[in-house]
T-cell receptor, first 111, second 115 residues
Framework: SQKIEQNSEALNIQEGKTATLTCNYTNYSPAYLQWYRQDPGRGPVFLLLIRENEKEKRKERLKVTFDTTLKQSLFHITASQPADSATYLCALDDTGNQFYFGTGTSLTVIP | KAGVTQTPRYLIKTRGQQVTLSCSPISGHRSVSWYQQTPGQGLQFLFEYFSETQRNKGNFPGRFSGRQFSNSRSEMNVSTLELGDSALYLC??????????????FGEGSRLTVL
């Protein structure tokens, strides 16, 4: 069956450290993988997109990697801040017409 | 540029009733998709509309339906509500179909509580 799994429902880290979130998928062949941020009671907000032929993408303190052999994406937030506390969702497309989302990882950055 | 607007933001219904949720996409966006978000299941795809046609449908019962109007605004309807329909319903728009153009733009959602 198809699955998208994100590491541990909750992740707590100290301010200033690097947060690493994992997204593993099974039985999908995505051309794209995306990461979204969701704050409580709000809709998700797009952060980064990475294509299957890209190994790594960066945007300010964010870095995403995409390994189609391992069927895994890693999402890094460097020099984390309390304002980075939120739920992070990975999403992928399979047919080009529909997004599939993981259940998310709740990140808490402790001052 | 205005974002995706969903109404109502909150609503409470009782079992057996029906509900209609509305979504106004970003101007110029022709694709609207709907998602159900619950704590246990995460975001589950309901359906996608493009140019007034349903292009894709998720694995939900027929009680869940939707439509899109010529101005790209979309509505979804849930009939014969069940307790398990309590969720945050999210609408997202993109300029064209699918993932090829990049990001989904989400509204703030409609929080439905079924008593």
């Amino acid at each position: 069956s198809q699955k998208i799994e994100q590491n541990s429902e909750a992740l707590n880290i100290q301010e200033g450290k690097t947060a690493t979130l994992t997204c593993n998928y099974t039985n999908y062949s995505p051309a794209y993988l995306q990461w979204y941020r969701q704050d409580p009671g709000r809709g998700p907000v797009f952060l980064l997109l990475i294509r299957e032929n890209e190994k790594e993408k960066r945007k300010e303190r964010l870095k995403v990697t995409f390994d189609t052999t391992l069927k895994q994406s890693l999402f890094h937030i460097t020099a984390s801040q309390p304002a980075d506390s939120a739920t992070y969702l990975c999403a992928l497309d399979d047919t080009g017409n529909q997004f599939y989302f993981g259940t998310g990882t709740s990140l808490t950055v402790i001052p | 540029k205005a974002g995706v607007t969903q109404t109502p933001r909150y609503l409470i219904k009782t079992r057996g009733q029906q509900v209609t949720l509305s979504c106004s996409p970003i101007s110029g966006h022709r694709s609207v998709s709907w998602y159900q978000q619950t704590p246990g299941q995460g975001l589950q795809f309901l359906f996608e509309y493009f140019s007034e046609t349903q292009r894709n449908k998720g694995n939900f019962p027929g009680r869940f339906s939707g439509r899109q109007f010529s101005n790209s605004r979309s509505e979804m309807n849930v009939s014969t509500l069940e307790l398990g329909d309590s969720a945050l319903y999210l609408c997202a728009s993109t300029r064209t179909r699918g993932a090829v153009t990049g990001e989904l733009f989400f509204g703030e959602g409609s929080r439905l509580t079924v008593l």
